[in-house]
Each structure stands twice: as C-alpha cells, then as structure tokens.
C-alpha cells in the first residue's frame, strides 16, 4: 500500500523523516500528540518516543508497548496529501 512507511529515521526534536512504500518521503513533527492526551502522553517522556521502530507488518511507526499511528495520517503530515476519503470524517471529529 502506497501509504506503508519503508523507513525512518529521528531527526531532533519530535521530528522524524519517513519514506513511504511509493517513493514519497517527508518529516512528521509529533510535538503536538503530547497534547491529544490518552495513550500520547507518553511522548512526554522522550527516551521513550525516541525509542520507535518501523513495523514492517502494519507498515507505520510503533513503540515498543504497541502504540502505532495510523500510517496514512503519517503520510498526509509528511506529504501534505490529502487523507483517504474514507478517513475525512474522523479528521474533522480530530479538529
């Protein structure tokens, strides 16, 4: 799938460059899922969001508890496409 992420790599800061499976590649800057709450504050602890790693299988970021995202929001933060029809609900319910 065009929006799987083949690698990536932490830049500074909550910024991190991800390649995608099409060819396409940019930089994510996570800061603000801090402040979504939830299972996302554990990006405030650093070491922790430093400590990510590419599922081949999922085909997007994941932490070593199992907290992922979802690779096609990764793929329109990075590329500024935009998101799959079918996810353009539930990023106006994000706003």
Not at 35 to 63: A, M, Q
Request: proline share 3%; charged share 30%.
């Amino acid at each position: 799938m065009r929006y799987d992420i083949k690698e990536a790599r932490h830049i500074n800061g909550y910024k991190i460059e991800v390649s995608f499976e099409d060819g396409k590649k940019g930089t994510v800057d996570l800061a603000g899922y801090i402040k979504k709450g939830g299972l996302f504050s554990r990006f405030s602890d650093f070491e922790y969001f430093k400590n990510f790693h590419v599922n081949k299988e999922l085909g997007t970021l994941c932490w070593t508890d199992g907290l992922d995202i979802a690779p096609e929001v990764l793929y329109h933060e990075a590329t500024k496409q935009p998101l799959p029809s079918w996810m353009s609900s539930e990023k106006k319910k994000a706003i």
